[in-house]
């Protein structure tokens, strides 16, 4: 069965410092892996997705991700954070075995302050 | 515009009664969802219908039942055997057949006892 580990319930970083957030899945087929951004009292909003071939992903509003299979880790990265990057990450895993769902993580609650 | 619509944004319930949340897509999926939010839980998966008529329950079905007599219709109904309704509900759709597609999601409904 799959799973996703979000390392980090809370993130905090300083605007226009490097932001990482961190992401590990658990998988036994070839996953398809989705980071996803929720602002206050909104939904789910796509930020980027790996399914197959490169394993640098780039994403809406300057995030990419890594796929690193050996470590079974995609983690979200950003080279300089923006006041409005402030936001909760989900990370999600697709379910194999013909069902369509998404497996989340906990979530990430990021804070960038001034 | 295609999207997945959810009303009433807010509601609020008495103890002891059932209430509909609504959510409607025009995206044409066939799959659509309904996930639990709770403040550092992350997203937990209540029902799931893959097609019409029919739906499956996800991890924490207790005390919810929804219904799909139509493609583009999912409704949540939280009953009184709900004992802990307060929360915030999102609904989403998956396009099946493909599975690097990704979910789409509504702007939620924040259901809340009073």
């Known amino acids: 069965a799959q799973s996703v580990t979000q390392l980090g319930s809370h993130v905090s970083v300083s605007e226009g410092a490097l932001v990482l957030l961190r992401c590990n899945y658990s998988?036994?087929?070839?996953?398809?892996l989705f980071w996803y951004v929720q602002y206050p009292n909104q939904g789910l909003q796509l930020l980027l997705k790996?399914?197959?071939?490169?394993?640098l992903v780039k994403g809406i509003n300057g995030f990419e991700a890594e796929f690193k299979k050996s470590e079974t880790s995609f983690h979200l990265t950003k080279p300089s954070a923006h006041m409005s990057d402030a936001a909760e990450y989900f990370c999600a895993v697709r379910a194999s075995g013909g069902y369509n769902k998404l497996i989340f993580g906990a979530g990430t609650r990021l804070a960038v302050h001034p | 515009d295609g999207g997945i619509t959810q009303s009433p944004k807010y509601l609020f319930r008495k103890e002891g009664q059932n209430v509909t949340l609504s959510c409607e897509q025009n995206l044409n999926h066939d799959a659509m969802y309904w996930y639990r939010q709770d403040p550092g839980q992350g997203l937990r998966l209540i029902y799931y219908?893959?097609?019409?008529?029919?739906?499956q329950k996800g991890d924490i079905a207790e005390g919810y039942s929804v219904s799909r007599e139509k493609k583009e219709s999912f409704p949540l109904t939280v009953t009184s055997a709900q004992k802990n309704p307060t929360a915030f509900y999102l609904c989403?759709?998956?396009?099946?057949?493909?599975?690097?597609?990704?979910?789409?999601f509504g702007q939620g409904t924040r259901l809340t006892v009073v």
């Open positions: 790996y399914t197959t071939g490169a394993t």
């Open positions: 219908s893959q097609i019409v008529n029919d739906f």
């Open positions: 998988s036994s087929v070839p996953p398809y």
């Open positions: 989403a759709s998956i396009r099946t057949g493909n599975p690097n597609t990704e979910a789409f």
